[in-house]
């Protein structure tokens, strides 16, 4: 089944303790990206991958990390968790970013105390 | 700066009514504009995406059209069933950045 898979669903943890929220697509796609969805603020962007080896910052980067070594995988990185980046993330991709819709994973809820 | 805004921000119809989602955006340089459905604690699914090139797309019940000159997109959903309740969302492709509306929350009672 084509999806996109983020990994874990559900996560809770303090601040300061670095923490990866993986996403992998099996549908060759070449464009993943990130996205953080907050009550009153919608879904903002916040790294994305046009390609292997290449990633650039969206709207909110500050505090994330990401990489794209597979073109399959694109982890989110979160060196020193803050309270301020509790929210519910999701991963994305799609064959080319201009033309073709986007599939997202399920989304990650993650609590940071 | 680009905004994209979603009117109504909630709607709740009786089944079987014709509706239609307002999304509009302030930037016309857009490359395309999707428009998502989003399921409680689930992720958003792709309804249909409009080149900038394009006026309307159309899947099943589902008709989208693009404006871009006025900077305006409807999602005209027909013949509503409870199965569409859902939050509807759009967004814009705008160079590097691809920006959201907050959704419209639409509620089908049979």
């Known amino acids: 089944e084509a999806q996109v898979t983020q990994n874990p669903r559900y996560l809770i943890t303090v601040t300061g303790k670095k923490l990866t929220v993986t996403c992998s697509q099996n549908m060759n796609h070449e464009y993943m990206s990130w996205y953080r969805q907050d009550p009153g603020l919608g879904l903002r962007q916040i790294y994305y991958s046009m390609n292997v080896e290449v990633t650039d910052k969206g709207d909110v980067p500050e505090g994330y990390k990401v990489s794209r070594k597979e073109k399959r995988n694109f982890p989110l990185i979160l060196e020193s968790p803050s309270p301020n980046q509790t929210s519910l993330y999701f991963c994305?991709?799609?064959?080319?970013?201009?033309?073709?819709?986007?599939?997202f994973g399920n989304g990650t809820r993650l609590t940071v105390t | 700066k680009q905004e994209v805004t979603q009117i109504p921000a909630a709607l709740s119809v009786p089944e079987g009514e014709n509706l239609v989602l307002n999304c509009s955006f302030t930037?016309?340089?857009?490359?395309?504009l999707q428009w998502f459905r989003q399921d409680p604690g689930k992720g958003l699914t792709s309804l249909l995406l409009?080149?900038?090139?394009?006026r309307e797309q159309t899947s099943g019940r589902l008709n989208a059209s693009l404006d871009k000159s006025s900077g305006r997109s409807t999602l005209y959903i027909a013949a509503s069933q409870p199965g569409d309740s859902a939050t509807y969302l759009c967004?814009?492709?705008?160079?590097?950045?691809?920006?959201f509306g907050q959704g419209t929350e639409l509620s089908v009672k049979p």
């Open positions: 409009i080149q900038s090139s394009q």
């Open positions: 930037d016309s340089a857009i490359y395309n």
């Open positions: 994305a991709s799609s064959f080319n970013r201009d033309y073709s819709p986007l599939h």
């Open positions: 967004a814009v492709t705008l160079g590097s950045r691809l920006i």
